[in-house]
T-cell receptor, first 115, second 117 residues
Framework: AQSVTQPDIHITVSEGASLELRCNYS??????LFWYVQSPGQGLQLLLK??????LVQGIKGFEAEFKRSQSSFNLRKPSVHWSDAAEYFC?????????????FGQGTTLQVKP | DTGVSQNPRHKITKRGQNVTFRCDPI?????LYWYRQTLGQGPEFLTY????????KSRLLSDRFSAERPKGSFSTLEIQRTEQGDSAMYLC???????????????FGEGSRLTVL
């Protein structure tokens, strides 16, 4: 079955510290991969996406993610977290064959940033 | 603001009542999606339109749910005979025509929260 697992439901980091949010997926083939962020009262915003090519992708707000096919992972990283990064983060996968935009989301990781 | 707009933002209703949510996508986007998000979970796909055609429906979309997109512009999601289990955030998203066969970013609205008492 197709699924996305975000093992960490809640993560707390200090402002200025580095961040890594984990994402593992189960899919029949290499899917399209996405990270979205959801702030309270806001819609989901795309941080970055991987379709093909370079496995290290850069996104907005200083985020990057690395696709590792052998580990079926697409972890999100940021070298120095800002207080404004506190939000909920969702990893998602989408089909490469039909390309309908039908995404499967993980359950999300809530990031809390300590001053 | 030219983003995806959803109304109402919050709806409280009694069990058994019907509710309707509206989504206005970004004007040049031909694809429109409905997702449902329950507390502590990621969004789950419900249905998808390309222009006015509803191309795919999840089995989550029971026969009490109906979605339309007349004229390929705004869309409505109606839930009939609401149940407490329908309480959730209903998210709408839109995306532009696929370029080179690749779907670009989904742009999400802020959602419509349904509370069924």
């Amino acid at each position: 079955a197709q699924s996305v697992t975000q093992p960490d439901i809640h993560i707390t980091v200090s402002e200025g510290a580095s961040l890594e949010l984990r994402c593992n997926y189960s899919y029949g083939a290499t899917p399209y991969l996405f990270w979205y962020v959801q702030s309270p009262g806001q819609g989901l915003q795309l941080l970055l996406k991987y379709f093909s090519g370079d496995t290290l992708v850069q996104g907005i707000k200083g985020f990057e993610a690395e696709f590792k096919r052998s580990q079926s992972s697409f972890n999100l990283r940021k070298p120095s977290v800002h207080w404004s990064d506190a939000a909920e983060y969702f990893c998602a996968v989408g089909p490469t064959s039909s390309n309908t935009g039908k995404l499967i989301f993980g359950q999300g990781t809530t990031l809390q940033v300590k001053p | 603001d030219t983003g995806v707009s959803q109304n109402p933002r919050h709806k409280i209703t009694k069990r058994g009542q019907n509710v309707t949510f509206r989504c206005d996508p970004i004007s040049e986007h031909n694809r429109l999606y409905w997702y449902r998000q329950t507390l502590g979970q990621g969004p789950e796909f419900l249905t998808y339109f390309q222009n006015e055609a509803q191309l795919e429906k999840s089995r989550l979309l029971s026969d009490r749910f109906s979605a339309e997109r007349p004229k390929g512009s705004f869309s409505t999601l109606e839930i009939q005979r609401t149940e407490q289990g329908d309480s959730a955030m209903y998210l709408c998203a839109s995306s532009p025509p696929a370029a080179g066969g690749v779907t670009g970013e989904l742009f999400f609205g802020e959602g419509s929260r349904l509370t069924v008492l």
